[in-house]
């Protein structure tokens, strides 16, 4: 690796701790809160493209699960992958891998690798892990999830039109 994205990867990784320092909003029927951190995913894939993107978010959960305070409301350790959102944490490292390999130079394209990426990956590892945790079937999981998707779409799209003009302006 360069030192250009050395730096980069430190510096995105460093965004994705910050977004997830904004205190989580529980929700009273899932035991996964709505955070920010899933727009720090989709920001370094689209920026930073896979592997770059997938670099910052792998170091994060590293971070994470060594033990420093990251994660949303301060948790931290090997514990919280025995957790209900432990699936979706580590499903955000293929998310930002999947989402910077399916970027592309418009905003519609950077939108639909967000949602992707970002969510249906994320989702699909994140899902049965939190059935495998916690006992509830595969379809009422699905179906309390359901709530962070319109979130998640806000998300996709202002990471889409950030990510897009980032990526025109080529500073990575």
């Known amino acids: 690796m360069k030192t ?4 980069l990867v430190a510096l995105f990784t460093a965004m994705v701790v910050v ?5 989580p909003m529980p929700v009273p029927w899932v035991p996964v809160p709505i955070t920010l951190q899933t727009f720090g995913v989709m920001l370094a894939g689209l920026i930073l493209g896979p592997y770059r993107g997938g670099l910052v978010v792998g170091l994060y959960v590293l971070i994470a699960l060594v033990g420093l305070p ?3 409301g301060g948790r931290a350790g ?21 989402v910077g390999l ?5 905003t519609l394209r950077c939108f639909l690798a967000a949602l992707l990426g970002g969510v249906v ?23 309390a ?8 779409a806000i998300k996709a799209v202002v990471a889409s039109i950030v990510g897009q003009r980032i990526r025109r302006l080529n500073l990575t």
């Open 70 to 72: 990251v994660l949303p």
């Open 4 to 7: 250009k994205d050395i730096a």
């Open 145 to 152: 999830v359901a709530v962070f998707l319109p979130g998640d």
């Open 19 to 23: 977004l997830s320092l904004v205190p």
């Open 78 to 98: 090997l514990a919280v992958l025995a957790g209900p959102t432990g699936g979706f944490l580590l499903g955000m490292i293929p998310g930002a891998f999947v």
């Open 121 to 143: 990956v994320v989702y699909a590892i994140g899902v049965p892990w939190l059935v495998a945790v916690t006992g509830m079937s595969f379809a009422k999981a699905a179906l």
């Open 102 to 106: 399916a970027a592309g130079a418009s």
